[in-house]
């Protein structure tokens, strides 16, 4: 296995910090960050971006009816399970076999159309690093935008902006996707051309103040490829 390609090694970092790469391969990985500074930062990336995923979402407590039913579970002689817990473990089966029929429609629909979903479920990540292979910016595809977070060591030029661009295969003029955040994160808006099959690069470049002045390029800094997990 090539371990000195970058796409490999970010992909391997995701597998890892999701859980998802195990028996030997995990070993290896695991053994591999002990020697390898990009493995090592590429996990790091995964790990913040999780612990950013992991942070927006609310945490939302059962409701009482459920944490009785758990205690007449675990020891049914502390509270007994009078007739209002009844009803409440009634509606729980109703709602259960109502789960299950929507489980069973969906799954359905998986079997027939395995190619649209497992397309729709991909995730598409992109990471630009400088040539001392720091992070600068993480790029998440979603389904309307591109939610694009800056490392806290990029330094940016107060005079001048970073612009994404990408080149699309068999076209040479590159499309601008936006400017880039110099510190925190944004949401870009997806461009309709923007599609993992036909992206042969990402680019940033280095711009005045406001953006590229022709739609081109001023100066390219750094490129990388689209990822699709």
């Given amino acids: ?21 195990r ?3 995990r070993d290896r990985f695991a053994r591999l960050m002990l020697t390898s500074t990009r493995a090592r930062e590429a996990t790091w ?5 999780l612990n950013n995923l992991a942070s927006s979402i609310e945490s939302i407590p059962p409701d009482d009816h459920v944490w009785e039913k758990i205690v007449n579970r675990v020891d049914p002689d502390v509270i007994p399970i009078n007739s209002k817990a009844k009803k409440s473990s009634s509606s ?4 259960w076999s109502l789960i299950a029929t929507a489980a069973c429609i969906v799954l359905a629909l998986i079997i027939w159309q395995p190619h649209e979903s497992a397309k729709s479920q991909a995730q598409q990540i992109a990471l630009f690093k400088n040539q001392e292979q720091t992070p600068l910016w993480f790029i998440d595809v979603q389904q309307n935008n591109l939610s694009v977070k800056a490392s806290a060591a990029l330094i940016p030029r107060t005079d001048k902006d970073y612009e994404l661009w990408m080149i699309i295969k068999g076209q040479e003029a590159p499309i601008s996707l ?3 955040p110099k510190s925190g994160r944004i949401e870009l808006p997806k461009d309709a051309r923007f599609n993992a099959d036909d992206i042969s690069l ?5 711009e005045p103040l406001g953006g590229s002045p022709n739609g ?9 490829e689209l990822v699709v997990l």
């Fill in 216 to 224: 081109s390029p001023t100066e390219v800094l750094y490129t990388t």
């Fill in 178 to 180: 936006g400017l880039l």
């Fill in 23 to 25: 028996g030997p391969a």
């Fill in 202 to 206: 990402l680019a940033v470049s280095l």
């Fill in 1 to 21: 296995m090539n371990y000195e390609n970058q796409t490999l090694i970010d992909m391997l970092a995701a597998e890892y910090v999701l859980g998802t790469l």
């Fill in 92 to 95: 729980i089966l109703q709602a």
């Fill in 45 to 49: 990336m995964w790990e913040q971006h």
